[in-house]
């Protein structure tokens, strides 16, 4: 995450031949290794952040991190497992039409 949790940058895989993708831990289990490993980033953040001068660029890079989690703590995380249930409530009959019926 970039600047106020934006995405600032993109990566391109396999645009100049072979690429190939790894699955790391269990299928469907992504998103909950991100938001642990945010949480950790920011654990680290936080215990690194008691050893450096927080006016040194080192110290506002902490500063950031922990803010970054903060932010996705009290925005992002609170609404996962609402998003999660109102997605399991949709309907979503409207894609079962078959193509040929438009």
């Known amino acids: 995450m970039g600047l106020h949790g934006s ?55 902490y500063q950031g991190k922990i803010e970054t989690v903060r932010f996705f703590c009290r925005n992002i995380l609170t609404n996962v497992f609402f998003r999660h249930i109102s997605f399991q409530q949709e309907d979503t009959s409207a894609l079962d039409i078959r193509e040929e019926a438009f």
Not at 7 to 20: I, P
């Open 7 to 61: 995405a600032t940058c993109g990566l391109s895989f396999g645009e100049n031949g072979r690429c190939r993708g790894i699955l790391l831990g269990e299928h469907q289990t992504g998103m909950a290794k991100m938001f642990q490993m945010m949480l950790e980033q920011g654990l680290l953040a936080r215990d690194k952040l008691k050893t450096t001068d927080p006016s040194s660029s080192g110290g506002i890079f």
